[in-house]
């Protein structure tokens, strides 16, 4: 059977490290840790579990880049990248060690070699699983053959690019996302950076409506298009969040602009009508939101002509 390589990158991740490693501890060849300049005890943890710890030097923006450092310390032929919030189940270990058996029947075409794994993510955020299209299945590369992926993409989602075939695994893993409102402002303060930075160099034309846009257009898409309102208060809470997070994005490529005064003729009319457009944009999606759980097919219709006049406003706006 083939080995397999665990690659941590984590900063100041005391709290968090241990069940990590302990849920990995006995399906690992190798595990490496990358502690990038930890200031709490996050290196005396890991050298519990491993005399493979690096130290890097800390850069919140690169943390996930600071893996493929992890990666090229791996001496097995597949490596599972982790981040330190997140903990494999036993049904997961073992569709894993499956997947990297080359003489498992989980391969469903011999023949195919596959390169790296999708494996879906649990997201436990303030207490509760959200099942809502933003956070589940939330599929990941994960799992990979050495030499065949990297993190390569400057953005706020870093993806892990794989060289070959990837397919999904089935069993989920667990991540431990947001357990406090302060983690959340935290975390919000380095990924609105680079969401930022990369929209700037994206070639961004800056515009004061999306100070508006931004949010509520943000705010749609969570709680509605994506179903967070599903998820009751949850996903009430974490839309508006949504839409907070998307407001510094906003104020952050202002800053960029070095907060340039905007002059607009009709300041107020123009923003009244935004908020409009705003308001009617709210209307349609809950109304699609209506149609969609109702089971009464005479309501069904009514709402479907209400959506269809609103549509129609919105184009004529």
């Given at each position: 059977m083939s080995k397999l390589s665990v690659v941590i990158s984590a900063y100041n991740e005391e709290k968090n490290l241990r069940g990590c490693l302990e849920?990995?501890?006995?399906?690992?060849?190798?595990?490496?840790?990358?502690?990038?300049?930890?200031?709490?005890?996050?290196s005396e943890i890991a050298k519990d579990y491993t005399t493979k710890v690096f130290i890097q030097e800390n850069n919140p923006l690169k943390i996930?880049?600071?893996?493929?450092?992890?990666?090229?310390?791996?001496?097995?032929?597949?490596?599972?990248?982790?981040?330190?919030?997140?903990?494999?189940?036993?049904?997961?270990?073992?569709?894993?060690?499956?997947?990297?058996?080359?003489?498992?029947?989980?391969?469903?075409?011999?023949?195919?070699?596959?390169n790296g794994y999708l494996i879906p993510r649990k997201n436990i955020i303030f207490g509760k699983w959200i099942k809502s299209d933003t956070w589940w299945p939330d599929y990941q590369v994960k799992l990979f053959r050495k030499g065949k992926g990297k993190f390569s993409q400057n953005s706020v989602h870093k993806k892990l690019d794989?060289?070959?075939?990837?397919?999904?695994?089935?069993?989920?893993?667990?991540?431990?996302?947001?357990?406090?409102?302060?983690?959340?402002?935290?975390?919000?303060?380095?990924?609105?950076?680079?969401?930022?930075?990369?929209?700037?160099?994206?070639?961004?034309?800056?515009s004061w409506i999306d100070s508006v846009k931004f949010p509520v257009d943000d705010f749609l898409k969570t709680f509605f298009l994506e179903h967070g309102y599903r998820e009751g208060l949850h996903g009430l809470v974490l839309s508006i969040l949504q839409?907070?997070?998307?407001?510094?994005?906003?104020?952050?490529?202002?800053?960029?602009?070095?907060?340039?005064?905007?002059?607009?003729?009709?300041?107020?009319?123009?923003?009244?009508?935004?908020?409009?457009?705003?308001g009617m944009k709210f209307k349609y999606w809950l109304t699609t939101a209506l149609i969609y759980e109702s089971k009464n097919p005479f309501k069904k219709l009514a709402l479907r002509a209400t959506r269809?006049?609103?549509t129609r406003k919105i184009k004529e706006s």
């Amino acid at each position: 059977m083939s080995k397999l390589s665990v690659v941590i990158s984590a900063y100041n991740e005391e709290k968090n490290l241990r069940g990590c490693l302990e849920s990995v501890k006995d399906l690992s060849d190798e595990i490496i840790v990358v502690d990038n300049s930890s200031t709490d005890k996050t290196s005396e943890i890991a050298k519990d579990y491993t005399t493979k710890v690096f130290i890097q030097e800390n850069n919140p923006l690169k943390i996930d880049f600071q893996k493929n450092f992890g990666f090229s310390k791996a001496v097995n032929e597949w490596i599972l990248s982790l981040d330190a919030d997140e903990r494999l189940t036993p049904e997961l270990k073992e569709e894993i060690k499956q997947a990297i058996d080359s003489r498992s029947p989980v391969l469903e075409e011999p023949r195919t070699i596959y390169n790296g794994y999708l494996i879906p993510r649990k997201n436990i955020i303030f207490g509760k699983w959200i099942k809502s299209d933003t956070w589940w299945p939330d599929y990941q590369v994960k799992l990979f053959r050495k030499g065949k992926g990297k993190f390569s993409q400057n953005s706020v989602h870093k993806k892990l690019d794989i060289e070959g075939e990837v397919r999904k695994l089935e069993n989920p893993l667990t991540h431990q996302n947001y357990t406090s409102v302060s983690q959340f402002i935290t975390k919000l303060n380095n990924y609105t950076d680079i969401e930022a930075q990369s929209r700037f160099l994206s070639g961004y034309k800056f515009s004061w409506i999306d100070s508006v846009k931004f949010p509520v257009d943000d705010f749609l898409k969570t709680f509605f298009l994506e179903h967070g309102y599903r998820e009751g208060l949850h996903g009430l809470v974490l839309s508006i969040l949504q839409a907070f997070y998307m407001e510094i994005v906003f104020v952050k490529l202002w800053e960029k602009e070095k907060f340039k005064e905007v002059e607009v003729d009709n300041f107020i009319d123009k923003l009244k009508n935004e908020f409009n457009i705003s308001g009617m944009k709210f209307k349609y999606w809950l109304t699609t939101a209506l149609i969609y759980e109702s089971k009464n097919p005479f309501k069904k219709l009514a709402l479907r002509a209400t959506r269809k006049i609103v549509t129609r406003k919105i184009k004529e706006s």
